[in-house]
């Protein structure tokens, strides 16, 4: 009931922002409006329930209805900035702690740290339906091209295949095109052109 209530049906159907906090407010003021109309009729003494006598009580307490859609679109951009803020806090100590101590695939234990990380970042994203958010979009695409990361996700995830799979979509409709598999095809160049740069740099060494 109190997610019907709060309208947490409609992050179903799209992503978290500007839009969809505006439709959460008009639906859960217009519920809590009404059941506030409602209350303060049935407690007036000698009150009698009829049509006439709820379409006149909506029109007298319509400043009641500003008050609470003010309230509720407060309350639901507050959340959002706050789930906002959290995510990108994760994503930039993510990306500190390995500029601090890179992966450069000499330590095991490090690599499988920073894929479960990544995956968690990832699982983060979609419960808070900001996955399909531009400015996240690109970054999970980039994480879900990394091998690791989508075998973390798999594993650690409540049906992990499906989501990965369904997560991929999403991303891609909102790059365009198969961002994912356009950004692991860059990623294997840079591997190989880096392998063979470090290559010839050791046969040219004197």
């Given at each position: 009931m109190w997610s019907i209530l709060d309208g947490e049906w409609i992050l179903n159907r799209r992503e978290n922002g500007g839009a969809t906090i505006a439709l959460r407010s008009l639906w859960t003021g217009t519920l809590l409006f009404?059941?506030?109309v409602a209350?303060?009729?049935a407690i007036l003494p000698g009150g009698v329930f009829s049509l006439d006598?709820?379409?006149a009580a909506v029109h007298e307490r319509m400043d009641w209805y500003g008050a609470i859609l003010a309230g509720t679109y407060l309350a639901f951009h507050s959340r959002f900035s706050s789930q906002w803020t959290y995510l990108a806090g994760v994503y930039n100590q993510l990306m500190a702690t390995m500029a601090q101590s890179p992966d450069d695939g000499t330590t095991p234990k490090r690599s499988e740290t920073y894929a479960l990380w990544k995956a968690a970042f990832i699982e983060?994203?979609?419960?808070l339906h900001l996955a399909g958010k531009a400015s996240f979009a690109g970054v999970i695409?980039?994480?879900?091209?990394?091998?690791?990361?989508?075998?973390?996700y798999r594993v650690a995830t409540r049906e992990g295949e499906q989501r990965v799979l369904r997560l991929e979509e999403r991303v891609n409709s909102?790059?365009?095109?198969?961002?994912?598999a356009n950004i692991r095809a860059y990623k294997a160049a840079n591997r190989t052109q880096g392998t063979e740069n470090a290559k010839q740099s050791t046969t040219s060494t004197p």
């Open positions: 009404l059941a506030a209350v303060n009729e006598a709820a379409r983060d994203a979609e419960d695409a980039s994480l879900l091209a990394e091998d690791a990361v989508r075998d973390a909102v790059l365009g095109g198969n961002a994912v």
